[in-house]
């Protein structure tokens, strides 16, 4: 199975670095708080404005989202209640 989904970057416009320690130098992002390269998939003050930063550092956005078939059986019918508790909704209601 391929993996499409790729991990979070610095240059990403959702990134944001809690400490507000992220410089731009040249090419290259820069943390002022580590003294090193910005790495957001291991930094633990990486956030995502959109809340899609996933544990393991990858982008939410990047990952499509997967659809569930659901078939007629599994349905609950929402109205299906014991005759008893439909009975009183009925009185407090005033129906």
């Given at each position: 199975m391929k993996n499409?989904?790729?991990?979070?970057?610095?240059?990403c416009e959702f990134f944001r670095c809690e400490q507000r320690a992220v410089v731009t130098r040249g090419q290259n992002f820069y943390c002022r708080y580590a003294d090193d390269?910005?790495?957001?998939?291991?930094?633990?003050?990486?956030?995502?404005?959109?809340?899609?930063?996933l544990p393991?550092?990858?982008?939410?956005?990047?990952?499509k989202a997967r659809e569930l078939e659901i078939?007629?059986?599994?349905?609950?019918?929402?109205?299906?209640?014991?005759?008893?508790?439909?009975?009183?909704?009925?009185?407090r209601k005033g129906f």
């Open positions: 499409n989904s790729s991990l979070c970057s610095s240059s390269e910005c790495a957001p998939p291991t930094c633990k003050y990486t956030r995502c404005v959109k809340g899609r930063l393991n550092g990858r982008c939410g956005l990047t990952i078939r007629s059986e599994e349905l609950i019918d929402p109205l299906e209640l014991p005759e008893k508790l439909a009975h009183k909704i009925r009185m």
